[in-house]
């Protein structure tokens, strides 16, 4: 019975994505709003030409993370050569909830089939919680431009190994 319970857990704990390949999303406006608010501008800003940038250059990914039917944030990805680079954003009612952690690790765990040897975040330095996000899922700062911090994670040889 135990194990039952806990494969349950393991369904309503699970996170889906739905990519945006359109500048039709419905989801668009809602997205737009949510950067607008001053705790998400600051750190994050999305210009008049984002959605057309992330919905016909190649190789840019932009998705929406759902818990069960509740849209909790967004995933920005860019491939070039072995190297994604990401922005995530959980949004600010559903943080500090562990959705984050788990964003990073599917991504980790390489669920959107791109693979990378290695990922790369910057990370505005007062940006506290999201250092220690990152931090916390392993990855490693590298250097500092300005405000910003930069962080790489490095998938290990064995999954390196298991992927080639």
């Known amino acids: 019975m135990k194990d039952k319970l806990e494969f349950v857990g393991e ?4 996170l889906t994505y739905k990519r945006i390949v359109s500048q039709e999303d419905k989801d668009i406006f809602l997205i737009n709003e ?6 998400i501008k600051k750190y994050i800003s999305i210009g008049d ?27 920005h990805l ?12 959980i949004f600010p009612e559903f943080q500090k909830s562990g959705l984050g952690t788990k964003v990073i690790n599917d991504i980790k765990d390489d669920i959107f089939n791109l693979s990378f040897k290695k990922i790369k975040v910057s990370i505005d330095e007062n940006n506290i919680p999201s250092l220690r ?15 910003l911090k930069n962080y790489e994670y490095l998938k290990n040889n064995k999954e390196q190994i298991r992927n080639e």
Do not use: C, W
């Open 133 to 147: 996000l990152f931090e916390k899922a392993g990855f490693k700062f590298v250097s500092q431009e300005e405000e």
């Open 34 to 39: 949510i950067h607008s608010k001053p705790e």
């Open 78 to 89: 860019e491939k070039n050569d072995n190297i994604i680079y990401m922005d995530i954003l």
């Open 11 to 14: 369904i309503m704990n699970k």
């Open 49 to 75: 030409n984002y959605f057309n940038y992330v919905t016909t250059t190649e190789n840019v990914f932009f998705y929406k993370v759902y818990k069960e039917r509740n849209f909790v944030g967004t995933i």
